[in-house]
C-alpha cells in the first residue's frame, strides 16, 4: 500500500510541476515595446479558400491597450478589427492575446459566438509574426471548431426559441 502511494503522490507531484511550468503559447520573449514595434508592421496575406483574392491582415497602430489589428477577408469585405492586447510579463516577456469583442458580452449566444470566431485568425497572426514562423491556418481552423461546439447548444437554443417566436407571429396573422 505504501508503495501505490508513493506512487500516486509522485505522479502528482509531476502533474502538477507539468501544468505550473509548461510554457504558454501567448507569451513570447520580448518586451512590449517590441511586441508593439514588430506587430505594428506586420502584414499576412493568404489566398482564400473559394480561390477569389485574398485575406489580409495587418497592424493599424498602437493602441492603448497594445496594437490595433485589421483584417479584410476580400477588398470588397467589411474592415474587421481586433486589439493585440500585449501584457508585460517580465522586462523581456509579454503575453499577447486577440480581444475581439466589442463591448459588453452578449447573452445571446449567436452573437458572442460571432465574436469569439475572429480572434483565431487574429491570434495565429500574432503567435505566427512574433514566433516568426509561416501563418498556420489549420490551428486557427481548429480553434474556430472549438468555440463552434462550445456554444452549440446555446445556438441551437436560441434558434429554436426563435423559430417557436416566428411561429406564432405566423399563427397571429392567420386567425
Not at 502538477?16 to 501567448?26: F, G, I, K, Q, R
Not at 485574398?54 to 476580400?74: C, D, F, N, P
Not at 491556418?137 to 426563435?162: C, P, T, Y
Request: aromatic share 8%; net charge negative.
Amino acid at each position: 500500500m505504501g508503495k501505490i502511494l508513493f506512487l500516486v503522490g509522485m505522479f502528482a507531484i509531476g502533474g502538477y510541476y507539468l501544468v505550473h511550468n509548461m510554457p504558454s503559447a501567448t507569451v513570447f520573449p520580448y518586451s512590449k515595446e517590441q511586441v508593439q514595434a514588430i506587430l505594428v508592421d506586420a502584414k499576412t496575406t493568404l489566398p482564400r479558400r473559394d480561390g477569389h483574392g485574398q485575406i489580409e491582415i495587418w497592424g493599424a497602430g498602437r493602441s492603448e491597450k497594445g496594437v490595433t489589428l485589421h483584417m479584410k477577408y476580400a477588398s470588397e469585405a467589411p474592415l474587421l478589427t481586433c486589439q493585440a492586447v500585449i501584457t508585460a510579463v517580465a522586462p523581456n516577456q509579454s503575453d499577447v492575446v486577440a480581444d475581439c469583442i466589442s463591448g459588453a458580452s452578449s447573452d445571446s449566444a449567436i452573437s458572442r459566438t460571432q465574436e469569439e470566431l475572429l480572434a483565431p485568425m487574429f491570434d495565429e497572426h500574432i503567435a505566427a509574426t512574433l514566433d516568426k514562423r509561416a501563418f498556420n491556418r489549420d490551428a486557427a481552423d481548429k480553434r474556430e471548431a472549438g468555440i463552434v461546439f462550445k456554444n452549440l447548444g446555446g445556438m441551437q437554443s436560441e434558434a429554436l426559441q426563435r423559430a417557436s417566436q416566428f411561429q406564432q407571429f405566423q399563427d397571429s396573422f392567420s386567425k
